[in-house]
């Protein structure tokens, strides 16, 4: 499973290790990558994803695996007065913390170190939890998940925006030839680091996806559970809350 896809896999450290030295290897390029790789496409999923969140008023929001903090920055257009957005890449953040400088924000939003799997926040605190293009780099994903379950308010919304696989005609193959062919050949060009594109497409095509994450997210204790494909199924945003 997701477990076993690691970037450096003789490196004898590790998933989690090596993901953060993948993302503090490639933080410099992530930006540019993100929006040639999805063609742009994900600035409009983020907006969905805003829209969820923003339409349940929250006061606290917590971005988990922020990176570089795109969608944290995001969330300064809802109602909340404290968005923290949480990582274990430093090199993600630095750059993600003086995007929020430049803008203004840093009175609202703060990026701080943190381990999804081991949250350094008390019970029920936030009113949204977002995660964009991280449960899949979870070293555990359950433990991730229960995680994020322990720190989210009863009544709040989690909303996660991940890479799915289509599965109909043509959009499967095309997807398949995509990721097999075209997406090592973007890597190459935007990071000498091969490993870490090869990494970011085979996790994507082996991580649970539609029903099979939502059968996850409930057995973790989620209810409203609900999935959203977006794109011909590239991209998929769930949500969930807490009873
Ligand atoms: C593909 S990036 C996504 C960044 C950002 N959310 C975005 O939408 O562009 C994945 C991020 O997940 C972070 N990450 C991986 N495992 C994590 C964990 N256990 N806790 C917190 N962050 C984690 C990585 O360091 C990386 O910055």
Same mark, same amino acid.
């Given at each position: 499973m997701s477990q076993n896809v690691t970037p450096y896999k003789d490196s004898g450290l590790g998933k989690k290790e090596q993901v953060a030295q993948m993302f503090d290897t490639i933080s410099g390029n992530y930006d540019g990558l993100n929006r040639v790789i999805s063609f742009g496409i994900d600035v409009k999923w983020r907006k969905k994803v805003l829209k969820l969140v923003a339409d349940k008023n929250p006061k606290t929001i917590l971005d988990i695996? %922020? =990176? @570089? =903090?795109d969608l944290a920055i995001l969330m300064?257009? %809802?109602?909340? @007065?404290e968005i923290i957005g949480a990582d274990i890449s430093e090199g993600m953040m630095e750059v993600g913390r003086k995007k929020v400088t430049e803008k203004g924000l840093d009175s609202k939003i703060k990026l701080v170190y943190g381990d999804s799997e081991n949250l350094p926040f008390e019970d029920n605190y936030f009113d949204a939890i977002t995660v964009a293009f991280g449960v899949r780099n979870f070293e555990t994903l359950d433990k991730g998940l229960a995680e994020i379950l322990r720190v989210l308010k009863p009544g709040g919304v989690f909303v996660i925006l991940e890479t799915s696989v289509p599965t109909k005609f043509p959009f499967k193959q095309g997807y398949n030839f995509y990721s097999k062919n075209l997406l090592p050949l973007i890597g190459r060009l935007f990071s000498k680091d091969r490993s870490a594109y090869a990494y970011l497409s085979e996790s994507a095509s082996v991580f649970p996806h539609g029903e099979a994450l939502n059968n996850i997210l409930r057995k973790i204790g989620f209810i409203e559970v609900k999935n959203m494909p977006q794109t011909f199924g590239v991209a998929t945003i769930y949500t969930a809350s807490k009873q």
């Open positions: 695996a %922020t =990176g @570089t =903090g300064a257009q %809802t109602s909340a @007065t």
